[in-house]
């Protein structure tokens, strides 16, 4: 780079950007150049910190080197890695002799939350502190979590036009290193694509685009996070996301937590039991009120069977549209209350509630059994580990309705059999869906 | 693929024929002693599953469609194996046309055979185009989720057994041996042919395998006498499905289903999926390498549409019996002869190497 030319092009650059300052500043005795962005970096903290550094220094050029040499991050950057260091809040410096920029690091403003506890992810028994948006307090939480001479940490700085810093954890002797290199290669190749959310980071990875289940553990809990890296996981961190991504996910996430171990053996047994019966209800309960209502009611016990009629008496459409509609409703339910403000959740509580408990019944447009049913398997849904899976569960649910619809016993079954080859063929970073463990090559069920 | 994963799926392909035909054609071919007819099916597979492994430990790494491409030529490889093809394409037919009717019967009476055949032939298709890898994690999941239905329907009735009429046990000629329905129940063996299509690197052992061979036997007398010990011979040899019968003639109070046979019907056909998968990826990789060389889905779409429409050609019991008797040929050939070729090759093998 021309040693000139740089000043010029960075400020035709960033011209027009009323954040973007070119300041004068004392630094170890000399008069220098500083560019920065005035919103991202704290200048005053910046100088008294590098003054404190250089106490009992002569005032030199000198000093000033050593200064970079604690500060100094990158030797000979290019004008698009200036622009990119810049954006993440360091300051650049011209050499006041050589004219050659220096990049330093800098003190941020106070825009970032503190460390706090987790907010969507709640454990009894655990620690409760959470990932935060900055990537260093970040990575900082998972090195006090795990304290090993393994554990790695590589940094990628992806994008052309946007700049993301995304962290790849992981322990050298846990982690399959198939996963890690599978990881990094794909980061390293695909080093100018634009990142700006998780789907980009996964398709990125070779995710499938249009998967059913999660095929990453995605937790805000440091705890959680260090023990999928104990058991052979990657994590993946991502500048300004508040959650780690775990790769990849098999299908015993779907009912582990991984601080159920903090637990006594005993309870942790019956948690599991407790979360696979779910998935169970959660997924068949729909459909098998379909097969039992109107394509195979001999399958009950007669005394049953007039019961279930019964509670349907008046209700003037077929079972399969009576349970879609009030699945419909209860998606919209889940839906609203997840993104509305503390104060007004409540109120879509009740609302739904009275609608969905009572005045639906008395109209007769469902069955109270349809009520019960789908509440149980509501509640079924919730109990799957991780907010993602629950997700492709409430997905997967109205598979099994449509085809148990039309093939009634065998539908279910044919829609159960289809999900599990559907799992079998899933295979993300070299690892199967269906593998109980992500250490070893062997992947069994 | 692993040591268990194998055995779950070696069992599971031997299950799926003991639960649709096997019953049947054993209650058909004997009328007393019908420990002896199964006994000799057992020992045949035991040995001709010893020659075949034995065969194939010599070319580590290779399916038998390899091995005797590389060993006698392609054209005396697909002379040899076309009527293994035939084998496993008809065998798939006859199978999924064999539950289907049973499907139909106790689930789905007003539905179309051609819908349900779709639903129920799409799945093995698509499995079989993902490959044996993922056919076997299928397995596994199936195994443990369906298994406890398999074990259940077959011994509700327990309460209903009548012991005499396991009597008379001892049958000293062995007339069954003329019957054709005996041969037609050796279908039930021809299971262990797959292990020469998985093509593992490290040869399988009979030995590893025991635990699988144990306990298909178990679930082979179960089927034959779990009927036979409620209903006894001459009730037994009418029925069609005798293992799903036998599941209805219980009561039980504290299960809300009223209809057990559904259990039974449930677990089989879920098993013969995983069967139809197997025999159809063994179809299309024998296909691709030998015969037809192509992309998998455009073989899968082709070989599924042949069977789809055959299958529907076939109308009423006494055809598919019929079909099942012709195909037995085949399958005797596949059973006796390939065993014996991978064994000599084997041995050709083995000496030419030192």
Known sequence: ?445 | MSKRLLGALFVQIHLAAILSFYATKVIETTSSGHWEAIAIGCLLELLLAWLYLKGLSAFPGRHIGEIIRETVGAWAARALLLPFVAFLFFYVILQSRYQLVKINIVMLPSTPLWAVLMLYMALPIYAAVKGIQTIARLGAALFLSFMPFVVFSMFISYSNFEWRNIFPVWRSDPAFLAQPSFYTSLFAFSGFLFLGMVSSRKPVKLRKLWPAMALVTVFQFASVYVPLLIFGQETAARFQYPVTMASDTVDLEWVIFDWLPTFSVVSSSALGIVESSVRIWMILTLLRKLYLPMGDKWLAGLVGIAMFFLSLRIHGMQMLDRFFALSATLCLYSMIVLPLVLALLGRYKRRSSG
């Open chain 1, 1 to 445: 780079m021309a040693t000139r030319g740089w000043e010029q092009l960075l400020v035709e650059k960033f011209q027009g950007n009323a954040d973007f300052a070119i300041k004068q500043a004392v630094i170890a005795g000399r008069a220098v150049a500083v560019y920065m962005f005035e919103s991202i970096v704290d200048l005053p903290a910046t100088l008294e910190r590098m003054d404190q550094s250089l106490v009992g220094l002569r005032p030199d050029i000198r000093a000033l080197e050593q200064l970079a040499d604690l500060y100094r991050l990158r030797a000979d950057p290019t004008l698009t890695e200036l622009a990119h260091l810049l954006l993440q809040g360091k300051l650049v410096i011209r050499h006041p002799e050589s004219g050659e920029p220096m990049v330093f690091k800098a003190e941020p403003p106070a825009i970032t939350r503190p460390v706090s506890s987790a907010e969507n992810e709640n454990r009894i028994q655990g620690a409760n502190d959470a990932f935060t948006e900055e990537l260093q307090i970040n990575i900082g939480l998972l090195r006090k979590n795990l304290k090993r001479q393994d554990l790695m940490i590589v940094k990628y700085s992806l994008g052309s036009t946007s700049c993301r810093e995304v962290a790849l954890v992981y322990l050298r002797s846990e982690t399959n290193p198939e996963i890690v290199r599978a990881v990094d290669d794909r980061l390293k190749q695909n080093k100018r694509r634009d990142i700006r959310q998780v789907d980009d980071l996964l398709g990125l990875l070779g995710h499938p685009r249009f998967a059913l289940v999660a095929t990453y553990v995605s937790t805000e809990l440091p705890e959680e996070a260090a023990q999928n890296l104990l058991d052979g996981k990657a994590v993946l961190l991502l500048d300004q996301f508040p959650n780690a991504l775990a790769v990849p996910a098999i299908v015993r996430d779907v009912w582990s937590i991984k601080t159920d171990h903090n637990y006594p053996q005993t309870y942790l047994a019956f948690f599991r039991f407790i979360r696979l019966i779910g998935i169970v209800f959660a997924i068949v309960m729909p459909g098998l009120y379909v097969v039992l209502n109107s394509v195979n009611p001999e399958l009950l016990r007669i005394q049953l069977a007039l019961s279930v009629a019964k509670s349907r008496e008046g209700v003037p459409y077929p079972a399969f549209i009576e349970v879609l509609l009030m699945l419909l409703v209860l998606e919209m339910v889940i839906e609203a209350t997840t993104r509305l403000p503390k104060s007004i959740g409540p109120t879509i509580t009740m609302i739904g509630g009275i609608i969905l408990g009572q005045a639906i019944v008395q109209a007769k447009l469902v069955s109270n059994l349809l009520i019960i049913i789908l509440a149980a398997s509501t509640i079924a849904n919730f109990t799957v580990a991780g907010y993602l899976n629950t997700i492709g569960i409430r997905i997967f649910k109205y598979v099994v309705l449509f085809v148990s619809a039309a093939f009634g016993i065998l539908g279910l079954e044919v829609a159960v059999i289809w999900m599990f080859l559907y799992f079998a063929g899933l295979k993300t970073l070299t690892v199967p869906y269906l593998s109980l463990s992500v250490k070893g090559s062997k992947a069994d069920e």
